[in-house]
């Protein structure tokens, strides 16, 4: 029995320690790079990822062209999936569908036949049912590519070549617009409008040195495929192209409607861009629902082959513009799109650029393309040259050519020898057909050969001179311009710029009728609200003891501020008030004031406003109206007063002179800037008085002169010139009143 050899296993190779750091971040960064350059940043100078590049390469190789016929987008897929992007093939539909839809894509790359989507967020029907091809944007963008002009580097598998970038006849990153998510990275550009693109192009190419306020001039903003309104403001837009860092606010555009008897509704014919408009409808539901949006009582979609949505207001009391910003805070109407200009240059170098940075590195990139055309061409040109020199050789010594092809056993090498050819003219001789020996074909050779020598002298020239190139490039931009101008239903503008209303939303008050009022306050404190603005009072029923303290003219939206003898200021809505039927209510059962103070004066509140306030004490100081507005019953503390005196005045500080008047009939007269402004205190001394206090006051420009109402309510007016004996400075005592001033010691109502 033959012994068995029994070979021992393999020894396993020396095993080399790595520490886990090192293994990590050498495979984290593989992963971060191929994101970065591979997946999510778009190069430059085409403006598309490598997903984009490949669908648009495999269509061209499959003949898709915009003139041609359609082809199943499940063959498309194939072929892409197969020989350039081995990865899923719903991954690869999902972007070829979103460059076919024109409101996703302000220019489409891809001419779809079929169900695409649309823009409530339904999908695309499956592949096997679609067909799409080229449009002639992406022909732009393919355009030259059989020139050398681009680089091709292998496939994933190395069986066959794709470009590494796309030759770009269009300036696509910014007419497109991409959004991307990397490793430690983003990008985010909107898309703009190819007219304005190629006018700061131009005027790049004319001035290189032109800074980015012009060009912004030229590219006022994006827009967006789906229109809308822009509304952030212009600085904030030219800072953000300076920086390739920045957003926009973008609203939906609406417009109100008239629906017959002071009834209206809102149409938004335009949503902001990547909203969905079924789930923004299905959001404003929800709110209504919720009752986050009282001022809306409706909302349906009534769009067809447009965009129209319809929002009814719950009352036709409630402003358009107050209704539409409150849905601008709360829903998607209005959205901000952010700018991250974070791009690959030269296809490797990620980067944050300024527009005119990426304007300028496309017109690098169009450079190089067109000397690496021109050089291909010249290649080109030369070699037919060559070949046209060899057959004019060929007719003039026909006879001896036939000779040499017909018993030479060498022919190619006894016509080099004979005639001193290239070899590129000997076997395009030897390939010539005997239908070509005649004297036509030989005048078209010489005819040929005229042209290609001109063209080959104008190349030369065009590649020694620069500027020669950027005109070739401008005509090219022009060509763009004019096919893609806004006068084009493709190139027309379709967002608009705006400026957002500056306006406070208050629900509640938006909510209001605004109608004429006129409010009734009694001596005794009783209040109440008559509809419309009523000129005779005289005619207004109190209780038994009670007589009119103040009839003031407002409306149902107003705010009605009162101030109390104990210097409290309280707030009352207008809306709110008792009807005009029978004497009223109380003030006291609406705001909290102690039973031994009364009320002085009420007034209707308006924003910005300054008051003089004044006690019996003699002392005041101007207050801002807005610092003394209540939002409690229990009001606002403004003027500090120390019993037994009391709050006595309160008037508007329009003018720049103060008169006050005292119970013992002394007027003083003194400058507006004598009395500090304050927000609460005592203030400081007006005028002083021996026996007594302070009547009233009052605030007047010199130029008006002082005016008071008399008893019989008859106004005068006396001029500063007639009042110089009274003028002092603040805290005298003054002197007596000038004759027929009223006995009141009052100026009269300052409302």
């Not at 030269?346 to 300028?360: H, I, M």
């Not at 040499?404 to 001193?420: C, G, M, W």
């Not at 006068?487 to 306006?503: D, H, M, Q, V, Y």
């Amino acid at each position: 029995m033959p012994k068995t050899t029994i070979l021992a296993p393999p020894s396993p190779p020396p095993i080399e320690p790595i520490k886990l750091k090192d293994a990590l971040e050498e495979r984290y960064l593989a992963y971060a790079l191929s994101t970065i350059m591979h997946r999510a940043l778009p190069d430059v100078r085409d403006g598309l990822k490598p997903v984009h590049r490949r669908i648009l390469y495999a269509m061209r190789e499959l003949k898709l062209d915009p003139t041609g016929g359609y082809k199943k987008c499940a063959k498309i897929v194939g072929e892409v999936m197969g020989n350039f992007h081995p990865h899923g093939d719903q991954a690869i539909y999902d972007a070829l569908v979103r460059l076919a839809q024109d409101f996703a894509v302000r220019y489409p790359l891809v001419d779809g036949q079929g169900n695409f989507g649309n823009v409530d967020g339904d999908n695309a029907a499956a592949m096997r049912y679609t067909e799409s091809r080229l449009t002639p944007v992406a022909g732009l963008l393919l355009e030259g590519i059989d020139e050398e002009t681009v680089d091709f580097r292998p496939t994933y598998d190395g069986t066959n070549h794709e470009p590494v970038v796309l030759p770009a006849n269009f300036p696509n990153l910014l007419a497109n617009g991409t959004a991307g998510i990397a490793v430690g990275m983003a990008t985010s550009i909107a898309p703009h409008n190819v007219e304005e693109l190629c006018n700061a192009l131009l005027h790049l190419i004319k001035h290189p040195q032109a800074h980015i306020d012009k060009l912004v001039e030229m590219i006022p903003g994006p827009d967006f495929p789906t229109g809308g309104v822009i509304v952030e403001p212009r600085a904030s837009i030219l800072e953000a192209y300076k920086t390739g860092r920045g957003g926009f606010r973008l609203r939906a555009k609406w417009e109100k409607e008239d629906t017959g008897r002071g009834t209206y509704q809102i149409v938004v014919s335009e949503i902001p861009y990547q909203v969905q408009k079924a789930k923004l409808i299905e959001r404003i539901a929800e709110l209504i629902d919720e009752k986050k949006l009282p001022l809306l009582g409706d909302a349906r979609d009534e769009s067809a082959e447009t965009v129209r949505l319809v929002l009814e207001p719950k009352s036709r009391a409630v402003d358009a513009v107050v209704l539409m910003e409150s849905l601008f805070k709360l829903t998607e109407l209005e959205v901000r799109f952010s700018l991250n200009m974070n791009v690959l240059s030269a296809g490797q170098v990620p980067g944050v650029l300024s527009l005119r940075d990426v304007l300028k590195r496309w017109l690098e990139h169009r450079q190089v393309v067109l000397v690496r055309r021109s050089q291909c061409r010249l290649k080109k040109i030369e070699h037919r040259i060559e070949v046209l020199d060899g057959y004019l050789i060929a007719y003039l010594n026909i006879d001896e050519v036939i000779r040499i092809v017909r018993f030479d056993e060498d022919p190619k090498a006894k016509l080099i020898k004979r005639f001193k050819l290239t070899d590129v003219q000997a076997e395009a001789i030897l390939n010539l057909r005997l239908k070509s020996l005649s004297r036509l074909e030989e005048i078209e050779i010489k005819a040929e050969h005229d042209k290609l020598t001109k063209e080959r002298r104008e190349i030369k020239s065009l590649l020694k001179s620069e500027e020669q190139q950027w005109d070739r490039i401008a005509e090219e931009v022009k060509a763009t311009r004019e096919a893609y101008s806004k006068k084009t239903e493709l190139g027309r503008r379709r967002s608009s710029f705006a400026e957002a209303p500056a306006i406070a939303i208050d629900l509640d008050q938006a909510m209001i009728e605004k109608e004429p009022i006129t409010v009734i306050l009694s001596e005794k404190g009783w209040i109440r609200a008559l509809k419309g603005h009523i000129d005779d009072t005289s005619k207004l029923e109190f209780k038994q003891g009670d007589a009119l303290k103040r009839a003031v003219r407002a409306q149902t939206t107003d705010k009605l501020l009162l101030l109390a003898s104990n210097g409290k200021v309280f707030t009352l809505a207008a809306d709110q008030l008792p009807g005009g039927r029978g004497h009223g209510e109380p003030v006291r059962l609406m705001v909290d004031l102690e039973e031994n103070h009364a009320f002085v004066e009420i007034f209707v509140h308006e924003p910005g406003r300054r008051l003089l306030v004044a006690a019996t004490s003699g002392h005041g100081f101007i207050v801002a109206e807005d610092d003394v507005v209540a939002m409690t019953r229990k009001g606002k503390q403004v003027l500090n007063v120390d019993e037994p005196a009391e709050a006595c005045s309160c008037v508007p500080a329009e003018g720049d002179t103060v008169a006050t008047v005292g119970e013992n009939r002394k007027m003083l007269l003194f400058s507006v800037d004598e009395v500090p402004e304050m927000s609460r205190g005592k203030g400081v001394r007006l005028q002083r008085f021996k026996d007594g206090g302070l009547s009233d006051a009052r605030v007047f420009k010199k130029a008006d002169g002082l005016s008071w109402l008399d008893a019989a309510g008859r106004t005068f007016n006396v001029p500063l010139t007639e009042l110089r004996d009274w003028v002092g400075e603040r805290a005298q005592a003054g002197r007596l009143a000038p004759r027929g001033f009223p006995k009141s010691n009052k100026f009269g109502p300052a409302f």
